[in-house]
């Protein structure tokens, strides 16, 4: 993947090839990060990178959204902060469940029930509160696992 | 041995510095990042923090020169102290308590000045820009 700067900037883990290892899994789960607060991006990559993930972050919504529409199954899990100028994670949801099948996490220092119950209903696979431990981005590759299995039961029974 | 010394007052100093409750468990995760392929991550993280926060407390001052602002944007890596006034920032902002914001404000201004030394001397680094 190609670093860009647009309005926002990304910049992407280096790979050393396409993500196959199911061996490995859940090692090179590609994981899209995005948080306007570059001292969190900093730390979430870290902390991806020593789980194993393969890390692409941005520090806007519209950066992000763009990144996914290139890269159609180029990720498996998409982690957004909610409060962020311009396109928030609710509307990055929003734009990433209607146009492709995504598990999203949200993440925030606001852990007030509404904005929680907000980030449910609007379909994130789960919400975060800040800080986030280590120790809950080593399970995030369960939310992959889940949608897949969800999506086949479904096809099954359609 | 020169570095022993160095090292003892290092680590008293960084005891110093969790007690008084200046850092906790977050500030440990961030070492626990640390490592060979990144062996100044901590420093370059606080670092971070303390230019993207300095420009985000110079906007809230400005702003507090007309009316309160939302604080939830403002994030802390552990600081506990700055962690607690930004609530009750948030708080009077809620309520409208003009007063009770200019000087939480203020306090957290302080806290946070408080802290970047005790950091700039634990890393031996300053933070650019002074604030």
Not at chain 1, 84 to 110: C, N, Q, R, T, W
Not at chain 2, 27 to 33: A, D, G, I, K, T
């Amino acid at each position: 993947m190609n670093s860009s700067n647009g309005n926002g900037s990304m910049s992407t883990a280096s790979s050393s090839g396409a993500w196959d290892g199911r061996d490995q899994f859940p090692a090179g789960l590609r994981v899209l990060v995005v948080d306007d607060d570059p001292t969190c991006l900093m730390i979430f990559e870290k902390m991806l990178k020593t789980c194993l993930y393969q890390v692409t972050k941005c520090n806007k919504a519209e950066t992000a959204l763009s990144v996914l529409r290139e890269h159609k199954n180029g990720f498996d899990i998409v982690i957004s902060d909610v409060h962020m100028p311009d396109m928030d994670g609710f509307e990055l949801l929003k734009h990433i469940d209607s146009e492709m099948d995504l598990p999203v996490i949200l993440i925030s220092a606001d852990a007030t029930k509404q904005i929680v119950m907000k980030g449910v209903t609007y379909g994130a696979c789960d919400y975060l509160i800040k800080p986030v431990r280590i120790e809950t981005l080593k399970n995030i590759w369960q939310h992959v696992v889940r949608k897949k299995a969800r999506n086949t039961l479904l096809e099954i029974k359609y | 041995m020169e570095r022993n010394p160095m090292r003892r007052q290092l680590a008293s100093l960084r005891k110093s510095l969790f007690d008084q409750g200046y850092l906790d468990e977050q500030f440990m995760e961030l070492e626990q990042l640390q490592d060979d392929a990144n062996p100044n991550f901590v420093e370059e993280v606080v670092t971070l923090y303390y230019r993207d926060s300095a420009r985000l407390i110079l906007n809230l001052d400005h702003a507090l020169e007309r009316r309160p602002l939302d604080f939830s944007k403002l994030d802390d890596i552990g600081a506990k102290k700055v962690k607690a006034e930004s609530t009750l920032f948030r708080e009077y902002c809620k309520s409208g308590n003009a007063e009770g914001c200019m000087r939480t404000f203020q306090q957290l201004k302080k806290e946070y000045a408080t802290l970047r030394k005790k950091l700039e001397t634990y890393f031996q680094v300053p933070f650019f820009p002074p604030i």
